[in-house]
């Protein structure tokens, strides 16, 4: 063990490291977002940056940006944050991206569950939730967004606004962006794969992308990450990796399960043979008075 890192209250519900700044970004129960951070003077341990969000119950999800600027975090009071660093208080600020809480009125109806920026511009942010919906929103900042690439790159509407409304019949589990953004994945507890599709031409005029969606026999996915552009792993209630593929025509098909064993039956592992030829009959025994438990 390197080390141990105590300064929240209660459960941990997200970690996430970014692989530029090497920074590690925590969300809690206890409501806390905390960037932690290598300092040199202190054997380069990693040290705490509190955050200032407003969120009234429990921060669920948090994630970072591709350059490591930005952070976007996902509430159970529907709430989706974005953070930024402020010089000048030397601490991280994340602000509703529609009213702050308590009075305002969060983006979506129930708890987020997953929350992630765009892979390569950063410049919008997509929210699962408990409510049936996936949003697509706008997290420009004319400060920090100065460039970028993929569908989004182009972006420049007011934090906040909504750009995509995808909807499914049950709560969301997960989502994921491809390694291009051009696809979004998200699983529904329903046990079902959706995947939605978009261009700069599409994401410019606000043409809403057909989701994809994939019934696949298994149980609900709980989390999963491309492995590359037409390839989606998850994993959940099954305990066993699922692979996703996009096919030639475009559309989507659950291939195969990581575990060659998974479906198959299986030996028992206790036969006849499982005591040395040993044989216990309980239909035959019999217990006089004084060997029965009394009560």
């Not at 932690?36 to 705490?48: D, G």
């Not at 940056?49 to 490591?68: I, T, Y």
Request: hydrophobic share 35%; net charge neutral; glycine share 8%.
């Amino acid at each position: 063990m390197v080390e141990v890192l105590r300064e929240h209250y209660s459960n941990v519900n997200s970690l996430e490291w970014h692989p530029v700044t090497n920074q590690l970004l925590s969300s809690s129960t206890d409501r806390g977002i905390i960037v932690w951070h290598h300092n040199p003077e202190q054997n380069n341990r990693l040290m705490p940056n509190l955050c200032a969000v407003k969120e009234l119950k429990s921060n669920l999800f948090a994630s970072w940006n591709n350059r490591g600027d930005k952070f976007c975090v996902g509430g159970s009071s529907g709430h989706v944050f974005v953070g930024t660093y402020n010089t000048a208080l030397s601490f991280w600020v994340a602000l509703s991206q529609t009213e702050e809480p308590p009075l305002g009125k969060p983006l979506h109806k129930a708890s987020v569950t997953a929350v992630r920026f765009d892979p390569l511009a950063g410049r919008v942010v997509a929210s699962a939730s408990a409510d049936g919906s996936v949003l697509v929103t706008s997290a420009y900042s004319e400060t920090l967004d100065t460039d970028g690439s993929g569908p989004f790159a182009g972006v420049t509407d007011e934090i906040g606004t909504v750009m995509f409304r995808l909807k499914t019949s049950v709560w969301n589990n997960t989502l994921a962006w491809s390694p291009s953004g051009a696809t979004l994945a998200f699983a529904s507890h329903d046990c079902e794969m959706h995947f939605a599709e978009f261009t700069a031409e599409s994401v410019g005029s606000k043409t809403k992308p057909q989701s994809k969606r994939v019934v696949y026999n298994g149980n609900p996915i709980l989390t999963g990450s491309f492995i590359s552009e037409n390839t989606y792993i998850g994993c959940g209630f099954d305990n066993v990796p699922l692979a996703f593929k996009k096919q030639a025509d475009g559309s989507w098909k659950y291939t195969a399960s990581l575990d060659p064993g998974f479906g198959q039956t299986r030996a028992a592992r206790i036969n006849n043979n499982a005591f040395g030829g040993r044989r216990v009959f309980f239909a035959s025994a019999q217990l006089d008075s004084a060997t029965m438990m009394q009560p």
